[in-house]
């Protein structure tokens, strides 16, 4: 993963709402910050900021 893309994982982590970021576990904040694919549970956490193209 480049420079950019952390940066930009990192200000959309940054921007979640409190209550998001607490509901997530280390675990599921490392891959959101990292992976190149996410677990299922992630996207549901996630689900309502998560938009489809």
Do not use: C, G, H, N
């Not at 992630?42 to 309502?48: A, G, N, Q, R, Y």
């Amino acid at each position: 993963m480049d420079k950019k893309t952390e940066i930009v994982r990192q200000e959309a982590y940054e921007s979640l709402p409190p209550a998001i970021k607490e509901s997530l576990t280390p675990e599921e904040k490392e891959l959101f910050l990292t992976a190149e694919q996410w677990p299922e549970s992630l996207f549901t956490k996630l689900d309502e900021f998560i938009t489809k193209e």
